[in-house]
């Protein structure tokens, strides 16, 4: 399958550098309660005990079940004072990924990599999630989760042509690209009666070894 997309659809109405935009640090969750308790309950499916977990694209929450004992939750985003809100991290980074795809973590070291509310940001998608497989040790998880929330200006362009349905193939597409992980699955796990934010979930396993 041709997996390539134009350049176009990666383009943003905000070309600036990220970091004059994320340089305010927003301490704030970026999806409602109900869609917040929605997704931990889900996390707390997946989570095992120990875990070393990566929240990539981090902010100020990382909505991890606080009854589960992790080996390390490591945060990678776009703002240190947001990071250091972030109760659960146990490390953090800043990077620009629109600059530098290249993660700085060793291969094969985490057991899960978490993506919530922010895939729509990427502008390098493949390049990252080719990073993700090599960070994850073989058959662990990526999570992405996503609403209809954005910041529009910094969301891709394909992003805003899309519909749900269309989101979740679009990150399936990412997955399948790299020829790194296991077929993916969708899940709609949005609040029970419409009663918050709508929020969805696409993961794929790293192939086993």
């Not at 390539?4 to 990666?10: K, L």
């Not at 994320?22 to 095992?48: M, N, Q």
């Not at 502008?123 to 996503?146: D, H, K």
């Not at 609040?191 to 969805?200: E, H």
Request: hydrophobic content about 40%; some cysteine; aromatic content about 10%.
């Amino acid at each position: 399958m041709d997996y390539t997309v134009p350049s176009e659809a990666f383009k943003r109405i905000d070309e600036s550098d990220d970091e004059i935009f994320y340089r305010e640090p927003r301490l704030v969750k970026h999806i409602d309660e109900a869609a917040c308790t929605a997704l931990t309950s889900y996390l707390s499916t997946v989570l095992l005990p120990n875990s070393q977990v990566l929240d990539l694209m981090a902010s100020c929450a990382s909505h991890l079940p606080e009854e589960i004992s992790y080996g390390g939750v490591t945060g990678l985003g776009m703002n240190q004072t947001e990071l250091n809100n972030n109760p659960q991290l146990s490390s953090s980074v800043v990077q620009n990924l629109a600059i530098n795809t290249k993660l700085p973590f060793d291969d094969c070291f985490f057991n899960i990599c978490l993506i919530t509310v922010s895939v729509q940001y990427l502008i390098y998608p493949i390049a990252i999630f080719n990073e993700i497989a090599r960070v994850l040790i073989p058959g662990s998880p990526c999570i992405v989760a996503f609403s209809n929330r954005c910041f529009p200006t910094k969301a891709v362009a394909i992003w805003h042509q899309l519909t749900n349905t269309g989101h979740a193939k679009l990150v399936g597409q990412y997955f399948d690209a790299t020829q790194k992980f296991e077929p993916y699955t969708v899940r709609d796990i949005s609040p029970i009666g419409g009663q918050g934010d709508p929020l969805f979930v696409v993961s794929a396993k790293t192939q086993p070894v």
